[in-house]
């Protein structure tokens, strides 16, 4: 085999096996991000429509969201620090 089509094919194969892993992170990080950044201002939008009980409960939801969503966004977010070396 040519060297060229070695490396293509180790290529390859790590792509097949890497890609599936990175879009389940990809996944991960926007679901953290959405359930952090995303209920206030919904809660915003629902109490300016009068559903004040929903509103409530989506701020309580979050609340709770972020006293016990710390071991899912380190989980997440761990490897950000080294990023940039």
């Not at 979050?62 to 070396?85: I, K, M, N, T």
């Amino acid at each position: 085999m040519n060297e060229h089509v070695k490396a293509l094919w180790a290529l390859c194969w790590r792509m097949i096996a890497f890609v599936p892993i990175g879009l389940l992170g990809i996944l991960a990080l926007i679901v953290v991000v959405g359930l952090t950044a995303l209920p206030p201002l919904y809660a915003i939008i629902v109490f300016i429509n009068g559903r004040y009980l929903w509103g409530a409960a989506v701020l309580v939801l979050w609340l709770v969201w972020l006293r016990f969503g710390g071991r899912a966004r380190r989980f997440v977010f761990e490897g950000f620090e080294h990023g940039s070396l």
